[in-house]
């Protein structure tokens, strides 16, 4: 199915983006991050990924499947982000999680998620800062403060609104 079949136009304008049919979209485009950040298209990404990676040793060096729980935790996670911000890279991990980054100029987040533990780190290299942020067992309502600073980090360092 083509972009102009499913209503989705292929640009290298930033604008907000609707999902439809995500497989057929994802496959079109050249990557995601030309779209801001929407929770839809972010789970739509962590499932395909979690689809795409279930058996062992998917890359060949005995990588762990990734788990249903670090998609649950990712998706509860990402309730949390804030809009107006770049649509982030994932990755799957080797041990069975996802790895979410942001990277503008000399700013770059990284948060790891593993299960239910949720780690992350914020370079700031224009102000020589590093902050990092490790939550053991993600639990909400509980680490809602642990999200607020996540979700801070997120908006202070890759907004679109500026």
């Not at 249903?68 to 069975?96: D, M, Q, Y």
Request: include cysteine.
């Amino acid at each position: 199915m083509h972009a102009l079949q499913t209503g989705l136009q292929p640009t290298n304008e930033r604008r907000p983006f609707t999902v439809t049919n995500i497989d057929d979209w994802l496959i079109e485009q050249d990557h995601p991050s030309a779209y801001l950040f929407n929770t839809d298209l972010f789970n739509a990404t962590l499932y395909l990924i979690l689809r795409n990676h279930q058996l062992e040793n998917w890359d060949g060096y005995d990588a762990l499947p990734i788990s249903r729980e670090s998609c649950h935790t990712a998706e509860i996670l990402a309730a949390s982000f804030p809009s107006g911000v770049e649509f982030p890279n994932i990755f799957p991990t080797s041990v069975g999680g996802y790895s979410i980054e942001w990277r503008a100029g000399e700013r770059y987040l990284s948060i790891e998620i593993e299960n239910s533990e949720i780690s992350s780190v914020y370079l700031d290299g224009g102000q020589k800062k590093k902050k990092t942020l490790f939550i053991e067992s993600f639990d909400l309502p509980r680490d809602e403060a642990e999200c607020a600073v996540i979700a801070g980090w997120i908006k202070d360092g890759f907004s679109l609104d500026d």
